[in-house]
């Protein structure tokens, strides 16, 4: 078997088509993902593993909970951390690459890093063989600068100064990749980790915009729902490349194709019915699109309400692959394997927290329990997952329960550095918030 796991960047949960996102004026905005779930399973509520960035990728690495390592208390890692031996993946730390070229697979990251600067931190100082693109949270698609206007585009350690539209450069190798090595007969993991549709709002032919949006790359005054559907297309685009090369190589069908987001969609998103986004527990900035497609074992069509969220894909990789996880750092995530091959959905708690506004947040069954500055809420999901109609009052007894349960399970995490660091693009100064 293969492996490859494509992630977005700051997705809303009804972006796509297939989670009912509304069509363009160019058409449907994701018919390449839509295929991906139409020809396998496709999850109602998946959740990514923090409400921003760097954390949720901590936690795919690891398939453990990020709190378990300083870097991810970085809410996110900003470019203010380069030349840190503490912010970032510790490179003697198992991963999902590591354990899986340990096994003999051949790996690959080809797009966003965002889990520490060199020399202390990399991709390939963490178990991928070769790595192509920017090591930083967020890049401009054209000048591929930070937002302090340094260079971030790397062919493994080396800076290269190609020039294009980053989201087609990553799907530009990310085939040359697979053509490289789908024939060869080792099994392999890709990891396809695009910037889209991440600020700033830049389509394939808004090269002119770049010089606009220096110093300025959260973008503040541009962007629009036209641009950001179209910044979706031309990754879904990529993605249609990548799986025709599958199907060219021959190896399609034994290939686990996996498609989540980072976390929930950011200003433009569609998080319909959901309420939040990005840098909330709220659901908006959690719960994301789950898609995986994988001919050989997943039935065509399929759609899952297992609770499920981003390590539990870790999990589940190193499973198929059979490929026992390290006995020194015990995994947090779970294995899909059961629900993949048909089976049915099991009991699955989960927990979140954040120190942006002291949130904290459960789910388990039906039932939320939700934290946000100082006040805390409980929602039954399965009847109001727009988390309208808050049952403190009403189910104190519940309250009770979840947040003594979340009080025990934070218990057995390290508590969040004091010198942590919150980094948010834009504050109510910036536009109105509901």
Sequence with gaps: ??????????????????????????????????????????????????????????ALM???????????????????????????????????????????WRTALIGKWHLGYPPHFGPRLSGYETFYGPMSGGVDYFTHCAGNGVHDLFQDEQEVNDVGYLTDLIS??????????????????????????????????DGGKAADVKGNLFHLDGGNIHTYRRMIHHMDEGIGRVMATLERCGVADDTLVIFTSDNGGERFSDNWPLVGGKMDLTEGGIRVPWIARWPRVISPGRVSPQHCMTMDWTATVLDAAEVAPSSSHALDGVSLMPVLRGGAEFHRPMHWRMKHRGQRAMRDGRWKYLLVDGNEYLFDLEADERERANRALREGAQLDALRDRWLAWNATMPEIPADATVSLGYSIKDMPQR
């Design 1 to 58: 078997m293969n492996v490859i796991f494509v992630v977005a960047d700051d997705l809303g949960y009804a972006d796509l088509g297939c989670y009912g996102g509304r069509s363009s004026d160019f058409g449907p905005v994701s018919p390449n993902i839509d295929r991906l779930a139409r020809e396998g399973i496709r999850f109602t509520q998946g959740y990514a593993n923090s409400p921003v960035c760097s954390p949720t990728r901590f």
């Design 62 to 104: 690891t398939g453990r909970y990020q709190y378990r390592l300083r870097g991810a208390a970085e809410e996110p890692i900003n470019s203010g951390s380069r030349g840190s031996r503490t912010l970032g993946l510790p490179p003697d730390h198992p991963t999902m690459p590591s354990m899986l070229r340990a096994a003999g």
């Design 172 to 205: 530009d190798r990310a085939v040359a990749w697979l053509e490289g090595v789908a024939r060869a007969g080792a099994p392999f993991l890709l990891s396809l980790h695009y910037t889209a549709p991440h600020w700033p709002w830049e389509t394939r032919d």
